[in-house]
């Protein structure tokens, strides 16, 4: 029968766990998680104590590749809806780029088309170390409250849930502001373009929108309730062509139905802005180079998914999750398909 390998001092090194390490050392497994994982906040006495047990224990971490002395790798999950459209793309690009700085790997999962989501998300939860959601959708509350304390998550762009870190982008208040300045044009009949019960920040974006409108003492009309997709944006164009829609400006919740529409309108003679303006939302690369330029609210995508890698590192690492959501700002762009005179 095989017996597990005595090192001199007498410790076994079979079956070794980081509560073994921990006890050898004196000190928590927090303290030994952030050793092993490189984190600068523990002092050079305390860190050699750790790795001198993990020597004599012979101690090696689940899927650690490295050497011990250094942080182990880690592997986080990202999950999205899709990846058409810029806007995906852009998330993904911040949080895997700021995640390969921090020796991270990334699994993406991909929400569309997953008959039991729920059961998809605790499954990736078993091969990585913390998850970032993009949305609410993938995280139902029951999901939450089976790995709250067992994984870091992360929510992007969400409903805020007790006990789990939220990073999102502004909306309400730069919506009102695009809204104001589309009405300070002398537009009557504005139209939001998108569902507001789509998604949480497309809600607080047609908050905005209403609450420009109220401002002014007037009613807005009932939002075009369609996915944020640019078939969806020529398909609302076809119905403002065919007179089934009739508005003045379109306050789209995205720029990519925002630049379907209008290049559709413009295809068809229409002039936009002169009969109608279209203002968008997210500012993506081609916003600046249509004719005229699209008038949007610049919002930092990729920067959120930075965000994300950096807090699920961090959370990794020992940290405590942030109780309050964390908010980065948006900004109003002004072009030419507002109505205002081309830079």
């Known amino acids: ?174 919506a009102e502001q695009l809204t104001e300045h589309v009405l300070a044009h002398g537009r009557t009949r504005l139209l939001f373009v998108g569902d507001p019960e789509g998604a949480p920040d497309i809600a607080e974006r047609h908050a905005g929108f209403v609450n420009a409108h109220r401002a002014r003492r007037l009613e807005p009309a009932a939002p075009v309730r369609v996915p944020f997709r640019e078939g969806e944006g020529a398909a609302v164009a076809e119905r403002i062509l065919a007179g089934e829609i009739e508005a003045d400006a379109l306050v789209c919740a995205n720029d990519e139905l925002a630049l379907a529409i209008m290049s559709h309108l413009q295809d068809a003679g229409r002039d936009v802005p002169g009969e109608i303006a279209v203002v968008g939302w997210d500012d993506v690369m081609t916003s600046r180079y249509v004719r005229p330029g699209l008038t949007t609210v610049r919002q930092p995508v990729r920067e959120l998914g930075v965000l994300a890698a950096e807090r699920l590192h961090q959370r990794v690492a020992g940290g405590q999750p942030r109780l309050e959501p964390q908010i980065l700002p948006t900004e109003v762009v002004i072009r030419g398909s507002c109505g205002c005179p081309t830079r």
């Open 1 to 174: 029968m095989a017996t597990a390998r005595k090192h001199p001092d007498g410790a076994a090194s079979a079956g070794a766990t980081i509560y073994s390490v921990a006890e050898r050392a004196g000190v928590s497994i927090a303290t030994v998680s952030r050793v092993l994982q490189g984190a600068g906040t523990v002092s050079t006495t305390t860190a050699q104590k750790v790795l001198d047990a993990v020597d004599q224990l012979n101690y090696v971490p689940l899927g650690a590749a490295r050497s011990l002395a250094v942080r182990h790798h880690e592997a986080h999950g990202l999950v999205l809806p899709e990846l058409t459209g810029p806007y995906y793309s852009e998330l993904l690009m911040g949080f895997e780029s700021r995640a390969a700085e921090l020796g991270q790997s990334v699994t993406l999962m991909l929400a569309d088309g997953k008959a039991d989501l729920a059961r998809a998300v605790r499954q990736l939860a078993t091969r990585v170390d913390a998850i970032a959601v993009l949305g609410s959708a993938a995280m139902p509350p029951a999901v939450a409250r089976a790995l709250h304390g067992q994984k870091p998550v992360v929510i992007i762009a969400g409903t805020p849930q007790e006990g789990i870190e939220s990073v999102r982008a502004e909306n309400a208040h730069s």
